[in-house]
């Protein structure tokens, strides 16, 4: 049986990249899947079709729910959407994320207010609507897309790596908060990935071999592989699992400069 059969699951930033590649993973699964998208459905619409693809035959539907996850009465109204459309929530995952490049010294307040507004502040928000749903069920999974940035400081995304520490943060202190109420709060922390986002570097071969070269495994993830983590984490097969973050990442996160041990003069 698939691991997520029945289970309802709202994806946020699901129009493209790796919230695409999770909501179709999500589908493949058994779950209900609501598709988040912040402007134009066109995209959400080819995540919906993927998704029904991926379901094959098997009962389920998906459905698309615009909103600004960095907008309180947005969010609110997305919740009801999926409340009423599925009957309940059982999953919820915080995707939706942007980022953009410059010197910390020139970053403008407006940018600065924008990528923590969606990327941290948008998580919050979504978190507190599924935590009030999930308290009276006794039971809900929230599980967060952070990044190795979490924890490896990234010059010229100051605020995107602000967002992705208190990412973490905010998964420990959900998980440690409501623990005793059958709601778990985990994150997964992908690496270098081939999505979308990611454009400037996987078409451009010296600066993806670039990229590669501090990788240990030598190679980005494919959007599929970090979905499939994320599946793991909403599934009950991770149910004794809560406050973690997962890093999906190619042995970036374990100083690969050190691989040779140049430190200790061998």
């Known amino acids: 049986m698939p691991k997520l059969q029945g289970k309802n699951v709202l994806v946020t930033g699901a129009s493209s990249g790796i919230g695409q590649a999770i909501a ?26 993927m998704a029904q693809k991926a379901r094959g035959d098997a009962a389920g539907k998906e459905i698309l729910v615009k909103a600004d996850v960095s907008s309180e009465s947005d969010v609110k109204a997305m919740f009801g959407a999926v409340i009423e459309a599925f009957g309940s929530l059982d999953i919820l995952i915080n995707n939706a994320g942007i980022q953009k490049p410059c010197p910390s ?3 403008e307040v407006a940018d600065f207010d924008r990528i ?76 270098a990935v081939v999505t979308p986002i990611n ?20 190679r980005p993830a494919e959007a599929d592989e970090i979905a499939s ?7 009950d097969e991770a149910s004794y699992i809560t406050g973690q ?10 100083y690969p400069e050190f691989r040779v041990a140049w430190s200790s003069g061998e």
Not at 126 to 135: D, P, T, V
Not at 245 to 254: N, R
């Open 24 to 49: 179709v993973r999500f589908a493949k699964e058994g779950a209900n899947v609501a598709i988040n998208y912040p402007g134009h459905p066109e995209d959400a619409e080819i995540t919906r079709q």
């Open 105 to 107: 010294h020139e970053m």
């Open 116 to 191: 923590l507004g969606v990327n941290l502040r948008g998580a919050f928000l979504c978190s507190r609507e599924a935590i009030r749903h999930f308290l009276p069920r006794g039971s809900g999974v929230i599980v967060n897309n952070s990044s190795v940035h979490e924890i490896i400081p990234k010059p010229k995304y100051l605020s995107y790596s602000i967002s992705k520490g208190g990412m973490e943060n905010l998964t420990k202190t959900l998980a440690l908060e409501y623990a005793g109420s059958g709601i778990r709060v985990n994150a997964v922390g992908p690496g």
């Open 199 to 218: 454009k400037a570097w996987i078409d451009n071969p010296k600066a993806r071999a670039e990229v590669c070269s501090h990788i240990p495994m030598s």
């Open 229 to 235: 983590v994320f599946a793991f984490l909403a599934s």
């Open 245 to 254: 973050t997962i890093f999906a990442c190619g042995g970036l996160t374990l």
